[in-house]
Every structure is written in structure tokens, then in C-alpha cells.
């Protein structure tokens, strides 16, 4: 899979997280252009930053 | 493709509405949410943070550049100077981009510009937030735009898409990088080039050319005949009064208008004395507001001949109430020393066959009185976006080395 090298926590889980949503997305888009990013990806991306740090906010 | 990769700083000071065609880090995405919610932060950078990731959310202009940390570790590991830090995270995304297109990288942040200066595939351009231009938010009649190829294209191929959003009557400067490409009026409907011809003083026997780019666009404003009301503001000595004088001169030259029509409020200079009474009539008392015109006529034997004649005329903002303005061209010098209600009780007076301009600046207001609901600043307010107003803000001086002098004594607003 990924280099699970994470160079930044939160990017890395939010990357997870679509990965986990979408198990047949495959990696190989990652590659590609941005503009060929699916449909929605970028709002879906913002939902899974919006959930991830509205809970770490409820757990501080 | 020429695209512009903005950083943290640059999306936090304004830049999302300056370019067209961005994109952004995810890690810019996630220091906005932070600071929306943060409690440390002042409420003018969360309102900031809070506009941005709106206009990141719902714009198809601005990209999210999602990379995976494969990629990204490759870039760290080709540049040693860059770390893991956020900022630095940022411009590796930015360097990813400029594999497949040429990537403007735009920061408000010094370290990251220089550090993105060191980066051969990336042009650094450092964005400075134009405080007064905020404070003042007034449309000026032209805007800088940052269009995309393709969008630069579509101004060409289909003009009647207002790509730009440009309001009504607004003059575009086009730029790729920090070169200026081209400039476009869009007049409600269409884009067009800038278009305009020398103004001829046939008194003096002279031609007069535009200087400078803002005088091209003020030219064009003057000599577009669907614009009604016309206003020139600009720094000292920049030539407003000087084209918007010889223009309404050559309009009556030509027949175009049965006479020109003069009018001053009669503020003296702020921190002066007022010299009393003067001796005469209405005329004589005016002269001496009247001089810059009989310098552009041939001397003031030659204004009171065409004073005579009707040609031109004199009048103090006092006297207009009541008046029918018909067939004239209006000049209105010195505008910044009316209130908006004195502005409005001019424009009454204007008949649909004649036209006005306005002349002002607001650095030179002569009278307390004026500054709140000022005239030009209510003009601006209200009028832009009007197709029968049209405005261009004029910003170098050409009058002379000491009058440039005065920037540096009261800095232009």
C-alpha cells in the first residue's frame, strides 16, 4: 500500500479514512493528474476533515 | 497551463479573489478549519478563514491538490532544505503541481517566498494585502485579473461570458504572471478591447495623448457615449481635470453639445483663509475657479468670448438649484468637497442630452464637512455597476517631478 511514512497525521487518516469509504477507489488515481480526481472528492475530502476534527474537538 | 498555487497566508489576506484558477494544499484546507474554530485567533482572520473554505468548498475555480505521502516524500528527499513541517508540506504539493503545468507560487509569507525562490520549477510571487484598497473596497473602474489559458482564451472566442465577473462598465487588466497581457471593457454584454482616440484642443491647436495606461482607460470612459455620468478621481496632478476639461471642450468644439457647463463648489483650499468679498458679478467672482479653463482655451480674453457666446458657463453649485441642464456637457471639478446629497442635487439637474463628469479625489477634501458622506465615496458606493456610470481611478502623476512629491507628504488613498 502507501509509504506509511506519515508526514502529516491528520492528511494521513483523512487519505485512510477515503480509502476505508472507498475500498475499490484503488491508488492508482493518486497518481494522476489533480483534475482527474473523482467526482465529489473534494467536498467528500472536506466532510472527513470536518468529522475528524469535530471529534477531536468533542474529545478535548 | 499556467495555474497559481496559493499558501495559508496568501488564501488568509485575500488572494482566493484575486486569481482564477487555483488550487491549494489540503494541509491550507485543515490550518483554515483550525483557525475557524480557534479560540487564540482574532475574529477578523477566523471571518478570513471562514470565507476562504467557503469559497474552496463551493468554487469549480479552486482545486484541493490531494497528494500521497509517497509523492511527497519524494520531493522532501530531492530538496533537503525542505522539512515536514505544514509550510513546507505545502510547497511540495506546489512543486508535484509544476510537473504538469507552470506553477505561480503565491504566499504573504516571507519565509515560504524565499524558500519557494529556491524551487527552479516554481515562480515565487509574494502577495501583499492592500490594506487602503480594503478599507476603501470601492470599485475603481478597472481591476487586475489573473485569468487561466484557457479562460483568456474564452475572452476572445466568446466575449458575451462575463468569465471575469467584471461589473458593468469595468475596465480588466489582464495579466499571466506579473506581465500585462491585455485590457478588456466589459459593457454589460461583451468584452472589448480598449478603445479610444486622442482628444484635440482646437483653441490651443494641441493633441492630447494619454501617458499612462489609466489615462487610456479614462479616454475610453470619456468618449463612450452610452456612459451619463462619468467620474475621474485620482493622486495629485494625474491629469484628471486636464482630460476631462479638454474632452468636454472638444465635444463642444464639435457641436456635440451646445455648451460646456461649469461647476465648482466654492470651498477654498482647507486651512486657508477666505479673502472676503469680491468685488463684481456672478462671472467675475468666478474667474477665479474658472482660471484652468481659460488655460486650456487660450487665455481668459478667449473665455469671456465664448462666456459670451454661451459656449461655456460658470455656475456655482449654489445656483443650480432649479435649473433644467439641457444639452450640455456638465463638469463638476473638485468633487470631493460635496456630500452626496450636493452630488445628487447636481444629477437632478441633467437632462437626458446632456451628460456629466465628475473630477475629485478624496485625499484632497477641503471641509470636515465632506468626509462623512462624501459624494465620490457615495458614487462609488452606489452608482458602480450602473450602465449609465463609469468610473477610472487615475494613479500616476504627470504633472511634474515636485507634484509626485506629494505622495510622499500625504500618501494617496
Redesign the interface.
Given at each position: 500500500m502507501?509509504?506509511?511514512?506519515?508526514?502529516?497525521p491528520?492528511?494521513?487518516v483523512?487519505?485512510d479514512e477515503y480509502f476505508r469509504r472507498h475500498p475499490d477507489a484503488g491508488?492508482a488515481w493518486?497518481?494522476l493528474?489533480?483534475?482527474q480526481?473523482p467526482e465529489g472528492?473534494?467536498?467528500e475530502?472536506?466532510d472527513i476533515?470536518?468529522d475528524l476534527?469535530h471529534k477531536e474537538?468533542t474529545n478535548e | 497551463m499556467n495555474i497559481y498555487f496559493l499558501d495559508t497566508s496568501a488564501v488568509l489576506n485575500g488572494a482566493l479573489d484575486k486569481y482564477v484558477n487555483c488550487y491549494i494544499s489540503p494541509i491550507t484546507l485543515m490550518e483554515l478549519e483550525k483557525i475557524k474554530n480557534s479560540k487564540e485567533k482574532s475574529d477578523e482572520v477566523k471571518y478570513a478563514a471562514r470565507q476562504a473554505v467557503r469559497s474552496i468548498i463551493s468554487s469549480t475555480d479552486i482545486q484541493v491538490a490531494y497528494y500521497s505521502t509517497k509523492q511527497l516524500n519524494k520531493i522532501l528527499h530531492k530538496y533537503s532544505f525542505l522539512s515536514e513541517i505544514n509550510d513546507h508540506l505545502i510547497i511540495c504539493a506546489a512543486i508535484l503541481l509544476s510537473q504538469q503545468h507552470d506553477v505561480t507560487f503565491i504566499t504573504s509569507d516571507g519565509a515560504q517566498f524565499l524558500f519557494a525562490q529556491q524551487i527552479p520549477s516554481l515562480i515565487a510571487y509574494f502577495f501583499e494585502k492592500n490594506n487602503q484598497e480594503e478599507k476603501e473596497s470601492e470599485f475603481c473602474g478597472w481591476g487586475k485579473y489573473y485569468p487561466s489559458d484557457e479562460q483568456f482564451q474564452l475572452l476572445y472566442t466568446d466575449p458575451k461570458i462575463n468569465i471575469l465577473k467584471c461589473k458593468t462598465n469595468e475596465f480588466a487588466e489582464l495579466y499571466q504572471g506579473s506581465e500585462l497581457k491585455d485590457v478588456l471593457f466589459w459593457d454589460g454584454n461583451m468584452y472589448r478591447p480598449l478603445k479610444y482616440k486622442d482628444i484635440k484642443n482646437s483653441y490651443l491647436g494641441e493633441t492630447i495623448k494619454p501617458r499612462n495606461l489609466e489615462q487610456k482607460m479614462a479616454f475610453d470612459l470619456l468618449q463612450n457615449p452610452n456612459i451619463k455620468v462619468k467620474l475621474l478621481t485620482s493622486a495629485w496632478g494625474s491629469g484628471k481635470t486636464l482630460i476631462a476639461l479638454n474632452y468636454a471642450l472638444e465635444q463642444v468644439a464639435r457641436g456635440t453639445y451646445q455648451k460646456l457647463v461649469f461647476v465648482r463648489n466654492n470651498i477654498i483650499a482647507a486651512g486657508t483663509n477666505d479673502i472676503g468679498y469680491l468685488p463684481g458679478d456672478v462671472r467675475s467672482k468666478l474667474s477665479i475657479f474658472t482660471r484652468c479653463i481659460a488655460d486650456h482655451v487660450g487665455g481668459e480674453e478667449k473665455l469671456d468670448e465664448l462666456m459670451d457666446d454661451r459656449l461655456i458657463e460658470a455656475v456655482p453649485l449654489s445656483h443650480v438649484r432649479g435649473r433644467s441642464i439641457r444639452d450640455s456637457i456638465v463638469l463638476c471639478d473638485e468633487c470631493e468637497n460635496m456630500d452626496d446629497r450636493l452630488v445628487t442635487l447636481l444629477m437632478s439637474r441633467i437632462e437626458s442630452n446632456s451628460e456629466i463628469i465628475f473630477c475629485g479625489d478624496v485625499a484632497q477634501i477641503d471641509s470636515k464637512r465632506f468626509e462623512a458622506h462624501n459624494g465620490i465615496r457615495s458614487m462609488l458606493k452606489n452608482l458602480a455597476g450602473d450602465p449609465l456610470f463609469g468610473t477610472v481611478k487615475l494613479i500616476k502623476s504627470e504633472r511634474g517631478p515636485v507634484s509626485k512629491l506629494c505622495d510622499k507628504m500625504i500618501p494617496p488613498q
Open positions: 502507501e509509504n506509511r511514512k506519515s508526514l502529516h491528520t492528511l494521513q483523512m487519505i491508488l493518486w497518481d493528474p489533480v483534475e480526481q472528492f473534494k467536498i475530502m472536506y476533515l470536518w476534527m474537538e | -
